[in-house]
């Protein structure tokens, strides 16, 4: 319950977190302490609109690359400051990177750049149209069957 109250608002104030989980304000701070000293909760961040900041273009961009090029292309991934989430995923594929751009040109090029450092066996760019749901998951008490 503490979880899915902090997923929705981390700044939540401890006194407003108490009233609404019935749950006293040395409890809740010796909970929250807890879950980030055992990394359950490793960051409070921001959900922030891109496009308002002028970056229209967001993807997932799919990578496969050979076996001996696969940790080059992680750290050329890990560096680039436009890519958002980067995940090693399976079936096929190495990584996703989730890239936030100005426009759709310049995915095209950041795509052509990591071509030019690492030799790729594929890539994929799925262009994100609109956003339905984002970090929802455990968000309500109703999510955990409170």
Partial sequence: MILSHLRRDARVKLTKLSRATRIPVS???????????????????????????????????????????????????KRNRNVNSLFKVNNGWDF??????????????FVEEVEEQVRLKAKQVFYMVEELKREAFLSTPAHIGI
Avoid at 96 to 109: D, N, Q, R
């Fill in 96 to 109: 996703t990177a989730e890239v936030v751009f100005p426009g759709i040109k310049e995915v095209e090029e």
């Fill in 27 to 77: 409890t809740l701070f010796e909970k929250i302490r807890a879950y980030q000293v055992n990394s359950i909760v490793s960051k409070n961040a921001s959900l922030v609109d891109f496009t308002k900041l002028g970056y229209q273009a967001k993807a997932l961009v799919m990578f496969s690359a050979h076996r001996h090029d696969r940790d080059k292309l992680e750290q050329v991934l």
